[in-house]
């Protein structure tokens, strides 16, 4: 099994930057793609980034894309978010996951979340 544990979350005003990270455990060489998904109230879960955990591969989603930035720290089994130029639409509990095959966008594929960090972007 993976264990994830993000933080990072908060209150920001539009237009700030916020880092989420999120540390991995356990059997972490069995990792392909490690994600970020999201959720508001009211919504349903959607894929924001994903990146390959060895070798070269970032996916976003079009409606954070040249705003959020997804990368990793395979030393410290950490991924993290920077997301800059927040919009109130990107207030949402965001969630980490990996997965353990190569579907890199669907939430299907990935067997292991963390608890989830909330972010709050005020207009």
């Known amino acids: 099994q993976v264990q994830l544990v993000e933080s990072g979350g908060g209150l920001v005003q539009a237009g700030g930057s916020l880092r989420l990270s999120c540390a991995a455990s356990g059997r972490t060489f069995s990792i392909s793609y490690m994600g970020w998904f999201r959720q508001a109230p009211g919504k349903e879960r959607e894929f924001v980034a994903a990146?390959?955990?060895?070798?070269?591969?970032?996916y976003y989603a079009d409606s954070v894309k040249g705003r959020f930035t997804i990368s990793r720290d395979n030393a410290k089994n950490t991924v993290y978010l920077q997301m800059n130029s927040l919009k109130p639409e990107d207030t949402a509990a965001y969630s980490c996951a990996s997965s353990l095959n190569s579907v890199p966008k669907d939430p299907a594929f990935y067997p292991y979340w963390g608890q989830g960090t909330q972010v709050t972007v005020s207009s």
């Open positions: 990146i390959r955990w060895s070798g070269i591969g970032t």
